[in-house]
């Protein structure tokens, strides 16, 4: 399945349902530990240590991404962050396994604020209307005007600038994108099958557009030549392909390996020469609270599962 849509054989199905159940644990635990100061690397590595212990590998970075922050933030070598006593927090957890993947997201809401839990309910809520529609060859305009209307419905408007996404071995963003609106442009386009698909609303009481934040804390190799580049570069670049292939890595997960003076300037070289792709981290462009949930789906000719559902 690298890059095309071919029938999956039993070993790869068992593969890829294995990634999901392991995705889905992650999620949830990762959720339980969420609480008024908790740490974000604390959560974020016992997240991974998890999913490691399961026998796969992290997809991605766990990202946690608190308030306004909808995603890509996930703690650096020297950042991290702390859960306020007022919060909607977002866990997003990926799992592969020998690159069959799962992508899932919850959140997380601290305090008693009616305002934030009525915004996480509208993303669950949408979540809810897809997996009621999902089948073979249903339309992403439908997908998306579903997701819409459950958000519109709550009074609260969807992230209209992050998508869903198919998936394919070792590849996260296979090509297709699930819009979070009724978007006349996916209007004839279809999900045939057999397809692997990341649906993931994003519900705010803002814009409903995410803006690039100055700072990144994953990134992911492009498979180009970095012409030019240093040694230096070329190592840790050849170290990075060995780990991690082509999917997100966290800069972290390069620490003590390597040094971090080493390491940020090898990041900006490789990435000014295209040879690494970078992940600001998004935040919504009025400053207002983001929430999300996601689920991936497989959609075969004659059956929908969703992989990272918990009770499969």
């Known amino acids: 399945m690298l890059g095309s849509w071919e029938p999956m054989s039993e070993d790869e199905l068992k593969k890829t349902l294995t990634a999901g159940a392991i995705a ?31 026998g796969a590998r992290p997809a991605f970075p766990c990202n946690f991404s608190i308030n306004e922050v909808a995603a890509h933030y996930t703690p650096g070598i020297s950042d991290d962050i702390k859960v306020p006593d007022k919060a909607v927090v977002k866990v997003d957890v990926g799992a592969s396994v020998d690159g069959y993947l799962a992508d899932t997201a919850v959140s997380v809401v601290i305090g008693s604020d009616e305002g934030l839990r009525a915004l996480a309910e509208s993303a669950k809520e949408a979540l809810d209307a897809v997996i009621a ?31 869903g996404h198919t998936m394919s071995r070792y590849v996260l963003h296979a090509g297709e994108s699930i819009p979070n609106f009724a978007d006349r442009s996916t209007f004839y386009r279809r999900l045939r099958p057999p397809v692997l698909v990341a649906v993931e609303p994003f519900s705010t009481s803002g814009r409903g557009l995410v803006v690039d934040a100055p700072k990144a804390f994953i990134y992911s190799a492009t498979g180009r030549e970095p012409k030019g580049a240093s040694e230096a570069s070329r190592s840790l670049l050849d170290y990075i392909l060995k780990r991690f292939s082509t999917l997100p890595f966290a800069v972290r997960w390069l620490y003590p390996e390597w040094k971090e003076s080493e390491i940020s300037r090898a990041l900006d070289e ?3 020469l295209k040879a690494l792709f970078r992940y600001p981290v998004l935040v919504e462009a009025s400053g207002a609270p983001v929430a999300q949930f996601e689920h991936t789906f497989f959609v075969d000719k004659d059956k929908v599962i969703v992989t990272t559902r918990a009770e499969r």
């Open 270 to 272: 490789l990435t000014r």
């Open 133 to 163: 529609i999902m089948a073979p060859n249903v339309r992403i305009y439908d997908i998306g005007k579903a997701i819409e209307r459950a958000i519109a419905g709550r009074g609260f408007r969807p992230v209209k600038n992050l998508t």
């Open 24 to 54: 889905a644990e992650a999620r949830d635990y990762g959720a339980s530990l969420v609480k008024p100061g908790s740490s974000a690397r604390e959560v974020c590595e016992e997240v991974e240590s998890l999913i490691v212990k399961r």
